[in-house]
């Protein structure tokens, strides 16, 4: 059984930082690529970052050149640093990553962690 545990969360005041972290577990023969998403309230959850097994990245443009993402191969983790944080940014972020096992390749999803930015 496949687990992806998301956290880092919380609440930071505008221009703050947080580092969200993603870590995958269970019977993993490989992890392909790795990407963060949020949801607004009452918005369709978006494409925030991804990052490739061999760590090419791609971010929408609402948050490049403040968020950079990364992973540790060997830990089965990605990370999701954000910088100048603002009050759009509040959302629940989920990471989701395309993981090879026994029974095949398919992805996976996190719990969600919230993020609120506020004064």
């Known amino acids: 059984q496949v687990q992806l545990v998301e956290s880092g969360g919380g609440l930071v005041q505008p221009g703050g930082s947080l580092r969200l972290s993603c870590a995958a577990s269970?019977?993993?023969?490989?992890?392909?690529?790795m990407s963060w998403y949020r949801q607004a309230p009452g918005k369709q959850r978006e494409l925030v970052a991804v990052?490739?097994?061999?760590?090419?990245?791609n971010y929408a443009d609402s948050v490049k050149g403040r968020f950079t993402t990364s992973r540790d191969n060997a830990k089965n983790t990605v990370y999701l640093q954000m910088n100048s944080l603002k009050p759009e940014d509040t959302a629940v972020y989920y990471c989701?990553?395309?993981?090879?096992?026994?029974?095949?390749?398919?992805?996976?999803w996190g719990q969600g962690t919230q993020v609120t930015v506020s004064a």
């Open positions: 269970g019977s993993i023969f490989n992890i392909g690529p």
């Open positions: 989701n990553a395309f993981i090879s096992t026994v029974q095949g390749r398919r992805d996976y």
């Open positions: 990052i490739t097994g061999g760590g090419s990245t």
